[in-house]
């Protein structure tokens, strides 16, 4: 029985995740620093099985739709995908016995509760911004609402006042003009009658 398995380059895999390949190799660094690893040929280049596919479509999603961060997901995919049971050299997987197939055919429960925690997390932190951005909106409503208020209140302030001075200043006008009038009307005295006061 032939146990060789197709393995991809990651020129291959770029195309088929219609990503470069750049964004391939860090996403690669972001799963291998939490243990999770790569058949590499003679030249050190890392070459893709099957398995590491999925586990790198369930990167992309978690990146591009859950907006997981690159570490985190790394974590996450590391802990789902990772084989116990490490592949043999030049990209052909170990034989495993009976026990270890059983083993690994077994979910791990443990990681899946990890990653629908850290979605579920993800979902409330997203709900969570989504009301405090409406809350903000909200507020700056209300706040340009009170200054609207407070401009009408000081325009009103300001026209009363000038109604008030205009007023006095029409009052004060008039009494020097009735003053200016009673003085008109006061008889003319001769010099001698204001001498002596007669």
Known sequence: MDNTERAYTTKEVSTTL???????RKWCLAMEKHGYTFTKNEHNQRLFLEKDLVALRHYQTMVKENNFSMDNAGMVIASRFSSPFPSGSGGVPA???EDEERLSARPDTRSDERIDKLIEHAEKQEQFNKELLE????QQKYIEKQHHYIEEKLKERDGNLMESLRTLQEAKQEMLEIAATKEEEKPKQGFF??????
């Open 95 to 97: 034989v495993k016995t």
């Open 193 to 198: 009658a204001r001498l002596f006061g007669k």
């Open 135 to 138: 809350r903000l909106n909200e």
């Open 18 to 24: 219609n990503v470069v390949d750049s964004t391939i």
